[in-house]
């Protein structure tokens, strides 16, 4: 390859892993709107807490197995917390209000997780070795590799529950019509607590992965930007739209850093994915995989 | 500088004390605009608990400064400009203010007018406006040792240290990868200038903020190959860039970081991919030097140390907020040589900072030989020529890896000069008369020496 | 989601409060009282900046809570507001202050149009995610377009002097004056909007909108219409952020997190009520300071800051989802049904 074709496609494969890594963020959003229709900010915050719990339990000596298993049992308890004293008195208000509320709550946990194990950064090894891989001129980040991997296993994993056991097809069946699982006897608050489990057990993933990417640190909450536009481009209410989306958002975002940013000027990632996703949005309206009824103008 | 013993200054204090515009018993007060929450906690914590750890050393050992106790209170900001602005105009109106330390950018920017009415003098230790650098203009500002073009300068001589000679960076190519935002921009023009004196070339790289995702930048250096990466950082882009830099294999022993790319809190989420990386600072780090051991024993062995965690003694922050608070007291001495021992005004505190000049004697005698050089501040140059040394992380601690180095300050006056006048002709502001406000102060300092005599 | 974002049940009595003695009170007590007896950190600390922020939370209430469009990129058209304003007095020579005002607000009005595009095809969540691409566009433009800051080095400008007409307004009563007759005059303004044909058009595409098409109601241009006017308020708000309280404009405090806290004031404070502004932003500006200058009371001056703060935080997203929890309607309906309870309890009609 001539040393400009391996450039390229080193940007688009760098892009498209870094695209796995938002995809995962975004997934923790898309359990929750998919049944309540809630956009829940503190998805952030609840990302800092649980490597924040980890990374502090591993430093006091705990094992990593037991250390990962104390923090999924807290992970698996804010989510119910949440969800049994913010989400279900606020049951039924406009998504607007339930929206605030989960700001409220992202101010609790970030103070929570700070007065708890205190301000200081922390560097977590999962340890993944991160020299690079070269595949033909091409360097491929190894641990980006292994995160890719984790991240699908995680969809694995999430889809084979949705569509093989019982719970799995009552959440489908609340995410495709509310009224009609009422009606049909499912109990929707049982729904609601598991959901909320599995986006506090995917809040530690996308935790751990991130906290290895970044060091364990405040700022780890707002890894939630890379994921917004992610989110409007694969539908608020699609697992596969977030990975597919994800993927787009990578790599065009670093396709336009590189080659377009030293024309526009430089730093332009911030807002573009805002952009591309919009202007998909535009053509689509529903996002990619989003359903098309319900917010269309 | 008169002769006083303690008693006659004692008396002349006191003297002045019942003179004087009711100051309240003696003491002198630091408002400290502080951060320990958010996003920047780790360095708050670490330079406001230096700051108030040698406050506390001096208080505990010497009783004060001449009899004068130190005092402080904090207010949180969050490193907030508009919550600064909050605990300035809460704190404004206490007695015996001696200056304002708030170690951010934004709030400081939003203070220079405020203080400037006040008559109180505002520290930028390391940071803050390039052009306040110019003391005509800005009477009471005091980015001490350190300005973004001096740093710039300063990274520029290391490097061609390491290549053997300023002549040998001619043909290198420098990579600066800075932040998105206005403090990562300011360098800009005075790497093109160097970059054009020695013959380098130089690009330069925005990171947008909070640069959490840096993929597309260290792609670009990759394909450039430069001879250095020089990383203006801030927050969560330095461990990042740090990770990223091993990720598309660029070695860390090339990349120099700047003042805010410095510490252990930027090296430490990096883990492994910071081994090797050098940055400059103004403060070697390490306990070692004797003001913090003396810190050690006085206040932290007493329990009475601000830092939670005892392992942060001698950190990059720490280090800093000790220096810190060394250049508040030793300018509240020399202010009081002049004007008494006593609180003193604001504006005597300014005149202590216009004068503070510590060779490396004095230096030495203060217990923080090694810890920095020298500083030698005056009417015009309110930095003070502050030296810079490099230092090499290893994994788990900060070495000194290079002399101290003198940036080429010959060369940035005049463009600091350009930048102040536009800013004094903006606001309609005539420069001082330096040299005529010397002998002035001369005249009425040997009155004032006779009259405590 | 079949549901507007944000229609509410509307109480309708609040005669009491917004009746001609009430708000001539008000206005009594804010011209006549406050500045007699307030002190300096009083009016410059906390009521310049409450005042500001109020007028944001209005521009962006007329949004949100009038047109039921969400924009999540407020900090932006303040930021649009403060660069206008300070750019035209800086190069316009003898530029009246009222004139910067208005050209920063008209400069934000337009940012909003062009904001507002995407509000033709999306609604919700989708349209509030896409406000987020201006809001940080105009970060970034702030940043790299060295003119629109005068090509300072630093990036941070000063703000112009308060002055007018010879008289300065530069001391905490000034600046307090500016910002209240600002907000005061917009404030009439946005009552007499909301009561015209236009304000009618604006809740009739909020509660439905093909409804509101039927009858007549030109939606794109309302919608339009409906980010043009509120960004024009916040860009004016924007102007008073950076004039009379900060003193200094920068990008940096026209961040997200200004975004949110505004959007908190409306919500809090109350959608489509032009009151709920003023207490959300009182909630939200006082309130932190009321809860650490009273952790700093009981736990003295040297108390660790950093805790006080994280608690204050915990306790501050406490109060805010029980609030919502206790009132999803806002301070306004809490206050309303305290006054209900107050002088109407014969007349309550039950539920």
């Not at chain 2, 990466?229 to 090339?254: D, H, I, S």
């Not at chain 2, 206040?299 to 810190?324: E, F, M, P, Q, T």
């Not at chain 2, 930048?419 to 001082?432: I, M």
């Not at chain 3, 306004?332 to 309890?345: I, M, Q």
Request: with cysteine; charged share 15%.
């Amino acid at each position: 390859m001539s040393p400009d074709v391996s450039f390229f496609v080193e940007v688009v494969v760098g892009g498209l892993l870094s695209g796995v890594m938002y995809a995962l963020v975004a997934i923790g959003f898309v359990l929750i709107y998919k049944t309540s229709g809630v956009l829940n900010f503190a998805q952030g915050a609840m990302v800092l807490f649980a490597a924040l719990t980890f990374v502090s339990l591993v430093e006091r000596g705990l094992p990593v197995p037991a250390a990962f298993a104390a923090t999924l049992a807290v992970m698996a308890l804010v989510g119910l917390a949440v969800e049994r004293a913010v989400l279900r008195p606020l049951v039924n208000q406009p998504p607007i209000t339930l929206f605030m509320a989960t700001l409220g709550v992202a101010y609790v946990i970030e103070g929570a997780a700070q007065l708890a194990w205190g301000t200081q950064v922390h560097a977590l090894d999962l340890g993944i070795d991160d020299t690079p891989l070269e595949f033909g001129g091409v360097l491929v980040s190894r641990f980006d590799l292994v995160a890719a991997a984790i991240a699908g296993v995680l969809v694995a994993v999430l889809t084979l529950f949705f569509h093989t056991t019982r719970t799995g097809l009552a959440f489908r069946a609340v995410a495709d019509d509310p009224l009609a699982a009422l009606g049909i006897g499912l109990r929707l608050p049982r729904i609601w607590s598991a959901v909320w489990i599995a986006s506090g057990v995917v809040a530690l993933v996308a935790g751990l992965l991130w906290g290895a990417r970044l060091g364990v640190q405040f700022s780890l909450s707002l890894v939630v930007l890379k994921a917004l536009p992610v989110l409007v481009l694969g539908g608020f209410d699609s697992i596969a739209g977030a990975i597919v989306a994800g993927l787009i958002v990578g790599a065009a975002e670093k396709l336009a850093e590189v080659y377009l940013g030293p024309v526009i000027g430089g730093g332009i990632e911030g807002w573009f994915a805002y952009v591309a996703a919009l202007a998909l949005l535009l053509v689509r309206p529903a996002g990619l995989f989003g359903r098309r009824s319900v917010e269309r103008a | 500088m008169p002769r006083t013993t303690p008693i006659r200054a004692l008396l002349a204090g006191a003297a002045l004390l019942a003179l004087g515009a009711g100051a309240s018993a003696a003491e002198q007060y630091f408002p400290l605009q502080s951060y320990r929450v958010g996003p920047y906690a780790a360095g708050g914590t670490g330079f406001f608990g230096g700051f108030i750890d040698y406050l506390n050393l001096v208080n505990s050992r010497d009783g004060g400064v001449n009899g004068v106790k130190l005092t402080w209170s904090e207010g949180e900001t969050q490193y907030e400009v508009e919550r600064g602005v909050e605990v300035y105009e809460r704190l404004k109106s206490r007695p015996g203010i001696a200056a304002w330390n708030p170690l951010s950018v934004g709030i400081a920017y939003a203070m220079i007018d405020r203080i400037t009415a006040d008559k109180v003098p505002l520290i930028t230790i390391n940071d803050g406006r390039t052009d306040s650098t110019d003391g005509r203009v800005f009477p009471y500002v005091f980015p001490l040792l350190l300005n973004p073009y001096s740093e710039t300068s300063g990274i520029v001589e290391y490097l061609a240290g390491r290549e053997g000679g300023l002549d040998r960076l001619k043909g290198k190519t420098i990579a600066v990868l800075y932040h998105g935002s206005p403090y990562g921009k300011e360098t800009i023009p005075i790497y093109d200038l160097l970059a054009k004196r020695y013959g380098f070339k130089v690009e330069q790289i925005e990171v947008p903020h909070p640069g959490n995702e840096q993929q597309s930048q260290w792609l670009a250096i990759r394909r450039l190959k430069p001879d250095y990466v020089v990383l203006r950082g801030w927050g969560v882009m330095n461990p990042v860039a740090l990770k990223t830099a091993q990720k598309t294999g660029f070695p860390a022993g090339r990349i120099v970081g700047n003042v805010w790319s410095n510490s252990e809190e930027d090296v430490i989420p990096a883990g492994e991919s910071a081994k090797g990386y050098v940055a400059i600072t103004t403060q070697a780090s390490g306990a070692q030097y004797p003001v913090i051991q003396e810190i050690v024993r006085a206040v932290y062995d007493k329990g009475a140390g601000n830092l939670a965690d005892r392992k942060r003694i001698g950190s990059v922050y720490h280090n800093l907020g000790v220096l810190n608070g060394i250049l508040n007291v030793e300018a509240v001495r020399i202010a009081q040589e002049r004007f008494g021992h006593r609180t003193l005004t604001g504006d005597e505190v300014r005149w202590g900072f216009e004068h503070l000049r510590l060779d490396e004697a004095r230096v030495a005698a203060l217990g923080a030989k090694g810890l920095f050089h020298s500083i030698n501040v005056t009417c015009a140059n309110h930095e003070g020529e502050g030296r810079v040394t490099f230092q090499q992380w290893d994994g788990a601690k900060w070495t000194v890896v290079s002399d101290w180095i003198k940036p080429d300050w010959a060369t940035l006056r005049p463009i600091i000069e350009a930048s102040s006048t536009a800013y004094a002709k903006e606001h309609g502001l005539t420069p001082r008369d330096c040299a005529a406000e010397e002998r002035a102060d001369a005249q009425s300092g040997k009155r004032a020496a006779a009259d405590i005599k | 989601m079949n549901t507007p974002m944000t229609a509410l049940p509307h109480p309708a009595r609040f005669r009491r409060l917004s009746g001609p003695a009430g708000i001539g009170l008000l206005l009594a007590l804010a011209y006549g009282l406050v500045p007699l007896v307030a002190g300096d950190y009083l009016l410059e600390a906390i009521l310049t900046p409450f005042l500001a922020l109020a007028l944001a939370g209005l521009g962006l209430n007329l949004l949100v809570g009038y047109a039921g469009l969400l924009s999540l990129g407020s900090a932006a058209f303040m930021a649009v507001g403060a660069y206008a304003a300070f750019n035209l007095s800086l190069r316009v020579p003898g530029l009246p202050l009222p004139a910067a005002f208005l050209g920063g607000g008209l400069a934000a009005a337009a940012a909003g149009l062009v904001a507002g595009l995407p509000a033709l095809r999306l609604r919700g969540f989708y349209l509030a995610v896409s406000t987020l691409a201006a809001q940080f566009f105009v970060a970034w433009a702030l940043n790299r377009i060295g003119w629109l800051s005068n090509d300072s080095p630093s990036g941070v400008i000063g703000a112009p002097r308060l002055v007018l007409a010879g008289w300065s307004f530069e001391d905490a009563r000034g600046r307090y004056a500016v910002s209240l007759v600002v907000v005061s005059l917009l404030t009439f303004a946005a009552w007499r909007l909301v009561r015209s044909p236009t304000g009618r058009d604006l809740v009739a595409i909020r509660d439905q909108e093909t409804a509101a098409r039927i009858v007549g109601v030109r939606v794109a241009r309302t919608k339009l219409l409906a980010f043009a006017l509120s960004s024009f308020v916040v860009g004016v708000a924007g102007v008073l952020w950076a004039f009379a309280y900060l003193r200094t404009v920068e990008p940096a405090g026209f961040n997200l997190d200004r975004s949110f806290q505004i959007l908190f004031i409306v919500i809090i404070g109350g959608l489509g009520t032009l009151r709920g502004a003023f207490l959300g932003a009182g909630f939200i500006v006082v309130l932190p300071l009321v809860l650490s200058r009273l952790g700093a009371a009981l736990l003295g001056d040297g108390f660790d800051s950093g805790t006080l703060e994280m608690v204050q935080r915990i306790v501050l997203g406490a109060l805010i989802v029980a609030v919502l929890i206790r009132e999803p309607a806002g301070l306004s309906a809490l206050l309303d049904r305290l006054f209900t309870r107050l002088f109407d309890r014969p007349r309550r009609v039950p539920a």
